[in-house]
């Protein structure tokens, strides 16, 4: 590996470390304190970072609890995922592939924030909005997937049904690996 290499890799954990030490301290205010009553300014000097630092990471409060480190790496991989798959296969594949992948940190991560997602009123309208975020990204992939006769309606009905998929899988569990896994199969079997 050359040194422009090492340095971006040893530039990227870093960032990843700090925002899972904000994520981390902020969980636990959550807990003892409530969302409502935890800062910005609490959970920054609790993660030892700025207040600052933590708009560049998160931009808002309400952004802890969704994390993009899965959604969008899980788009990534379902639009490499082999050709032959269905639409729920990849879909599948691809959530094998990231879930797969994830430091035993970074579940236990994803756990607290899901976990506190689905306690938090305020957060509602957030999981609704990054459902509706992950059925235009899956749609877009589908330009790709699908044979040009399958229109931008179809598309998108497809990836709500992926979505739809997910989130029966998931509403209050967080994440739920293997359920995802099965409730994806069960997608293929039906629709095939």
Do not use: C, W
């Amino acid at each position: 590996m050359s040194a422009p290499d090492r340095s971006s890799s040893l530039r990227e954990r870093k960032k990843t470390q700090t925002r899972l030490a904000i994520r981390r301290e902020a969980f636990r205010l959550f807990e003892t304190q409530g969302y409502a009553n935890t800062t910005i300014d609490q959970i920054a000097e609790a993660a030892d970072v700025s207040p600052r630092t933590f708009y560049r990471y998160f931009g808002v409060k309400e952004a802890l609890l969704l994390s993009d480190d899965h959604s969008s790496p899980i788009v990534e991989a379902f639009a490499g995922a082999p050709r032959e798959l269905t639409v729920a296969a990849a879909y599948r594949h691809a959530v094998e592939e990231v879930f797969g992948t994830l430091s035993s940190a970074e579940r236990v991560d994803a756990v607290a924030g899901q976990r506190i997602l689905y306690q938090v009123p305020e957060a509602r309208s957030l999981v609704y909005a990054e459902y509706v975020r992950l059925i235009d990204a899956i749609t877009e992939v589908l330009k790709d997937r699908l044979d040009d006769d399958v229109d931008d309606v179809e598309r998108r009905v497809i990836a709500g049904a992926v979505v739809g998929v997910l989130i029966a899988a998931s509403h209050n569990e967080p994440l739920p690996q293997e359920t995802v896994f099965e409730a994806l199969t069960i997608l293929d079997n039906r629709l095939s």
